[in-house]
């Protein structure tokens, strides 16, 4: 059975940091892309930023770039999400998800591309 599992959401305040952690079970990460995407209430699923199987390739949405960067272990099933300068706006579920590739290098930043989801971290900034 696959399993996503994120931790590490929490409530902070303007300014703070937050690091997501992704830990895999189930399947070999290594052979998968990783995206994080996140949802706010009343709103749809939204790519924050993703890495590439091999970890050469980052990409991130355009609110997340400076603020939040993508990366996994090298060997392992984890992957992680730091969050930087968080501001109200960033408030969420964060889920993460993992995309069985590696014919190419690249990350998909729409949802439906993405084979299996964790079940989501809430992340709650307050001014």
């Known amino acids: 059975q696959v399993q996503l599992v994120e931790s590490g959401g929490g409530f902070v305040q303007a300014g703070d940091s937050l690091r997501l952690s992704c830990e895999a079970s189930?399947?070999?990460?290594?052979?998968?892309?990783m995206g994080w995407f996140r949802q706010a209430p009343g709103e749809g699923r939204v790519f924050v930023g993703g890495?590439?199987?091999?970890?050469?390739?980052?990409e991130y949405a355009d609110f997340a770039k400076g603020r939040f960067t993508v990366s996994r272990k090298k060997y392992g099933n984890t992957g992680y999400l730091q969050m930087n300068r968080l501001r109200p706006d960033d408030t969420a579920v964060y889920y993460c998800?993992?995309?069985?590739?590696?014919?190419?290098?690249?990350?998909?930043?729409?949802?439906?591309?993405?084979?299996?989801w964790g079940q989501g971290t809430q992340v709650t900034v307050s001014s």
């Open positions: 998800a993992a995309e069985s590739i590696v014919v190419a290098v690249r990350v998909a930043t729409a949802s439906h591309t993405y084979d299996y």
């Open positions: 189930g399947i070999n990460l290594g052979a998968f892309a």
């Open positions: 890495i590439s199987w091999n970890g050469r390739r980052t």
